[in-house]
């Protein structure tokens, strides 16, 4: 397909090589010259367009507020990472300090203790971020939703 085939044109003629649909010449059955119900018709175009748009800004401020909760989570996970190697090196640098067995029993089982703990408060975190991020991705559909629906009433 040649690059003039791809481009949109202003009259709508041609998209992708194929002709735009022109719905306004499409005659609805039980219309004909009835001006009353053509006005009916438009309305309820009008009303399925608004709709429509409604949905969309929904979806916009979902995305939106998806992403800045993903990247929220992501910098907890680089941060707890971050906060766990650290744990680690520093158990490390203190085994190797040790002089005798009981010392690295008594590191290791303080360590694990720890890691334990510290590996619960970081699920609990990651739970509550997993958490607003569904309730911050559900609300503005929820909201535009209702609002579509009282509109259409």
């Known amino acids: 397909m040649s690059e003039s085939e791809m481009k949109v044109t202003l009259n709508g003629t ?3 090589g194929m002709p735009l649909l022109d719905f306004s010449k499409i005659a609805l059955p039980g ?3 009835n001006e009353q119900a053509l006005a009916r018709a438009r309305e309820g175009f009008e009303k399925i367009r608004a709709a429509s ?3 969309t800004e929904a979806l916009r401020e979902t995305y939106s507020g998806n992403a800045r909760s ?3 989570y992501g910098l907890k ?3 707890i990472s971050n906060a766990n190697t650290a744990s680690a090196l520093d158990f490390l640098i203190h085994l190797c300090g040790s002089k005798s067995a009981t010392d690295v029993f008594t ?3 303080a360590q694990t203790r720890k890691a334990f703990d510290t590996a619960s408060d970081q699920n609990r975190e990651l739970w509550a971020l997993a958490q607003k991020v569904a309730t911050e991705t559900g609300e503005p559909i929820r909201k535009h939703f209702t609002k579509v629906l009282h509109q259409a009433d």
Do not use: H, P, R
């Open 107 to 109: 590191l290791s089982a």
């Open 77 to 79: 996970v680089f941060e």
């Open 70 to 72: 993903a990247t929220d």
């Open 31 to 33: 219309i004909g010259g």
């Open 14 to 16: 041609n998209v992708f």
């Open 53 to 55: 748009e409604g949905m």
